[in-house]
């Protein structure tokens, strides 16, 4: 199947039970196992329309440390304060491309291979 990353990645403390698991076809999608999470993934997901991750976090699990990917603009990051539920722009990975109009990745089928 093309466009379908088979690495998957579970995300939890050490000591604490996986929370969600992602894969990715074309875009990332996850399953949330941990309903203690799903109002900052749900927030997250309002704060950038790219694809996130969960770089890091305190050891008191209250602030995040998220990526975000994109087609359209290089990768951002945010700091996530999971209590007042509000991220806060860091930087951008590649400053240079802010603003500019990028392309759209398409997926490509095994015929358009060719």
């Known amino acids: ?8 990645k579970h995300i939890g403390l050490p000591g604490q039970s996986k929370r969600l698991r992602a894969g990715m076809f074309h875009f990332r999608r996850f399953t949330l196992r941990d309903p203690a999470v799903k109002d ?8 950038n329309d790219g694809d996130f991750s969960v ?5 008191a699990d209250d602030i995040w440390l998220v990526g975000y990917q994109s087609d359209r603009a290089p990768g951002r990051f945010y700091r996530w ?5 509000q991220g806060t722009f860091l930087f951008t990975t590649r400053p240079k491309l802010d603003g500019l109009a990028l392309a759209e990745m398409k997926a490509v089928g095994a015929q358009d291979a060719r």
Do not use: P, S, V, Y
């Open 1 to 8: 199947m093309l466009g379908l990353d088979h690495g998957r």
């Open 40 to 47: 900052d993934f749900d927030g997250l997901a309002k704060l």
């Open 55 to 59: 770089a890091n976090r305190t050891e």
């Open 81 to 85: 304060d999971r209590k007042a539920k």
